[in-house]
């Protein structure tokens, strides 16, 4: 059974050396809709895969971190990079450029290292995480599926080279949540929300 939570997210990038010159040579912003999708063969005792609900505390967070910020490739140029760190509170740097297909394989993998430190608390048993869709815009999209999020042939990504600046990690309800993500601290769901 496959279930899918839609989120979504204001962000502006540029995508460096891809064919199209306006998403190369310009910052510009999307509205991002990001679906995460999740899959099990078993229900819990609401009789559900996932409650909706609980995909709303950490992994509805750590998305909007993306909200209105700028995503910065750290590889970019220097100077660019520094430029928009200095004139933007909310910014999240990662280790690969901002496209629509890097964008879902490094939401893949933060949200797969959620579930694998997510106690559950309401009998969800074996919940994985299927894909991660991201539409770029009304008409694009790209979907990316755990094999693409840990492919060596597209450039392995390590979640600790994904930086989310000062302004976004206090805005989230547990400044500390990206370090406890990166050293496996468990958090256990809530009985009720
Ligand atoms: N495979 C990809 N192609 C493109 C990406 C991407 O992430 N992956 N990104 C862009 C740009 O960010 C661009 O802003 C979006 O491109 P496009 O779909 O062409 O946007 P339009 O709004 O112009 O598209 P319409 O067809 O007019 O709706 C480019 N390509």
């Known amino acids: 059974m496959l279930i899918r939570k839609l989120f979504k997210f204001e962000n502006a990038h540029i995508v460096r050396d891809c064919t199209t010159q306006r998403c190369s040579e310009n910052i510009h912003g999307h509205s991002?809709?990001?679906?995460?999708?999740?899959?099990?063969?078993?229900?819990?005792?609401?009789?559900?895969?996932?409650?909706?609900?609980?995909?709303?505390?950490?992994?509805k967070e750590l998305i909007d971190s993306f909200d209105h910020a700028i995503t910065l490739w750290?590889?970019?140029?220097?100077?660019?990079?520094?430029?928009?760190?200095?004139?933007?509170?909310?910014?999240?740097?990662?280790?690969?450029?901002?496209s629509a297909e890097q964008f879902s394989r490094v939401i893949y993998l933060m949200v797969e290292r959620v579930l694998a430190c997510t106690d559950m608390q309401n009998g969800e048993r074996e919940v994985k995480l299927h894909s991660i869709i991201v539409h770029e815009t009304d008409t694009g999209y790209a979907q990316g599926f755990k094999e693409d999020a840990h492919s060596e042939l597209m450039g392995t990504i390590k979640l600790e080279d994904i930086v989310f600046s000062p302004q976004v990690q206090k805005e989230w309800s547990d400044s500390a949540l990206w370090e406890k993500l990166l050293n496996h601290i468990h958090i256990k769901n809530p009985k009720k929300v």
């Not at 679906?35 to 992994?59: C, H, P, W």
């Not at 910014?91 to 690969?96: D, I, N, Q, S």
């Open 32 to 59: 991002y809709k990001i679906e995460v999708l999740l899959e099990s063969n078993y229900l819990d005792a609401g009789q559900m895969v996932y409650d909706f609900g609980l995909t709303k505390r950490v992994i």
């Open 74 to 98: 750290s590889k970019d140029d220097t100077k660019y990079v520094e430029a928009m760190k200095t004139y933007s509170n909310r910014w999240v740097e990662l280790p690969v450029s901002p």
